[in-house]
Nanobody
């Protein structure tokens, strides 16, 4: 059974940094893409960033220049380095995995393209 487990969330102050990690287990074949989404209180879940196995990356405009995604294919891990955090970054952060390729990386902004999800890790940024 495929499982994604996030870690690294916490309570920080505005301007601080955090590094989230996500471990994928239970899958013996390579995973095309791994992504981060987030859901703030009272809002819908939104795309944050995605990285493909070959290293192609896209970011949401709201985090571009502040967040950095990376992955370790050998370890089935994906990371999200979050810098210059703002109170509006407060959310539950979810890791997601897409097993097969898509025709264009832009499609990976959408939740329904993913095959597996973690339970999330809370990030709270105080002002």
């Amino acid at each position: 059974q495929v499982q994604l487990v996030e870690s690294g969330g916490g309570l920080v102050q505005a301007g601080d940094s955090l590094r989230l990690s996500c471990a994928l287990s239970g899958r013996t074949y390579s995973t095309h893409a791994m992504a981060w989404f987030r859901q703030a209180p009272g809002k819908e879940r939104e795309f944050v960033s995605v990285i493909t196995r070959s290293g192609d990356i896209i970011y949401a405009d709201s985090v571009k220049g502040r967040f950095a995604i990376s992955r370790d294919n050998a370890k089935n891990m994906v990371y999200l380095e979050m810098n210059s955090l703002k109170p509006e970054d407060t959310a539950v952060y979810y890791c997601a995995a897409r097993f097969d390729q898509v025709s264009t990386i832009g499609l990976l902004r959408y939740e329904d393209r993913y095959n597996a999800w973690g339970r999330g890790t809370q990030v709270t940024v105080s002002s």
